[in-house]
């Protein structure tokens, strides 16, 4: 566990050695489901590695995109369904291959109110997330489509440092709650201005970032 050590060194070392004894480390590949919505959480995952997308669906199949999670996170909805004991009202999917260390839920009220270094990454990890929460919202109020398709390759790249997307039109089209026909007029406009080059489920936009 000396990656983990290494990575979450800011908490208490009691904790880091609590966590080492009873976490399961897990690896999830690309496209692989953590939580989904309608789900009671057993446990909740620390990142080592990877890249997490947490959204929402709905009923025709759309994606409201919500954040990212990548390497020192730790998904604040999922803590929240742990506290109430609620079922999820999100999906979190491995973008890429993804390592997290898995904390059974029971262990949450616990460490908040044993270790003070952990109450604080978790009220930091509420702060982070609702900042990104609103920043998702006002995208859908304000923001036009086109600029929308910008942020979520801008987006992605603050939080992997990848400047590629695989994946079909009709999968950015989900997750922008848009149709694959405009989300393929919006591409070829981006390419044909120089912000990305494109071929078959692959799209470089590293011109735009």
């Known amino acids: 566990m000396e990656d983990f050590i290494k990575q979450y ?10 966590i080492a004894r009873i976490a399961v480390r897990k690896t999830f590949q690309a496209n692989e489901s953590l939580i989904r919505e309608g789900q009671f959480i ?25 954040y990212y999670l990548k390497g020192n996170d730790v998904c604040a909805m999922s803590l929240t369904c742990c506290m109430t004991r609620q079922v999820s009202d999100l999906n ?11 904390i059974p839920v029971e262990m949450l009220d616990s ?13 930091q990890t509420y702060q982070n997330r609702f900042r990104e929460l609103i920043d998702a919202l006002d995208a859908v109020a304000f923001m036009k489509l086109d600029e929308r398709l910008e942020k979520f390759f801008i987006d992605r790249y ?16 989900l997750q922008l709650n848009s149709s694959r026909e405009v989300i393929s007029r919006l591409l070829k406009k981006l390419e044909k201005d120089g912000k990305i080059e494109q071929s078959r489920n692959f799209i470089d936009f590293s011109a735009l970032v």
């Open 42 to 66: 057993s446990s909740f995952p620390l990142v080592l590695s990877g890249l997490i997308r947490v959204s929402r669906t709905s009923d025709n199949g759309n994606e409201l995109l919500l």
């Open 111 to 123: 460490w908040i109110s044993r270790y003070p270094l952990w109450k604080q990454f978790v009220m």
């Open 9 to 18: 060194n800011f908490l208490e070392p009691e904790l880091q050695k609590e």
């Open 92 to 102: 979190a999917v491995a973008e890429e291959e993804t390592e997290v260390l898995l």
């Open 158 to 173: 603050k939080k992997s440092g990848a400047t590629t997307f695989s994946g079909t039109h009709q999968t950015l089209a």
